[in-house]
């Protein structure tokens, strides 16, 4: 345990010495602040790591992360990451990325109690209730389970489109546009999930705010 430890610090300063190699300024610049153009609200899995996917530097990519990449209407750590990427740092672009093999949406789709994350969990399986028919359609349970790993993935980027804060920016004529995307662990490559919104007016009207 206690090596595993040191190796991580070890691994910190050679990154260190990687990095000023390649430019002496690499630190001093990162310091000055940041201005990425985009938000990425990813599942908290170890193997879908944001920056890397998209072959993104640090200061490129605003980045939040939970189990099952969800959007959460009442979850605050969402809500603040959300406001301050779209409010102070204006990114023009959020990318919701779920993947295959999501072990949230897996255990979303049987009845397992698997600790404190049942309730978090809940959410998922709500969007299982509301895709029922197609999703029990699918015979095959892998072809099932990446079906609705990609609907939960397209849920969530109607959820971000539901709160104030994007809606605001809209109302304020600000670029922004939201996309949804599917990782493959065991390829690397994203699949876009054709679901790109930049206004309001995909959505069903009572979601539509109209006094922001």
Known sequence: MRKFYEQLLENNKKWVENSLALDPNYFADLAKGQSPPLLWIGCSDSRVP?????GAKPGEVFVHRNIANMVVHSDMNMLSVLDYAVNVLKVKHVIVCGHYGCG?????????SVGIIDNWIRHIKDEYRLHDKYLNSIEDETERFNAFVEINAKEQVYNL??????????KNGQDLMLHGWVYGLNSGFVTDLNVNISSNDELDEVYQLSNL
């Open 161 to 170: 489109a539901k709160t104030s804060i994007v809606q605001g920016a809209w």
């Open 50 to 54: 944001a920056n890397e996917i998209v």
């Open 104 to 112: 949230g949406v897996k255990a979303a789709m049987g009845n397992m």
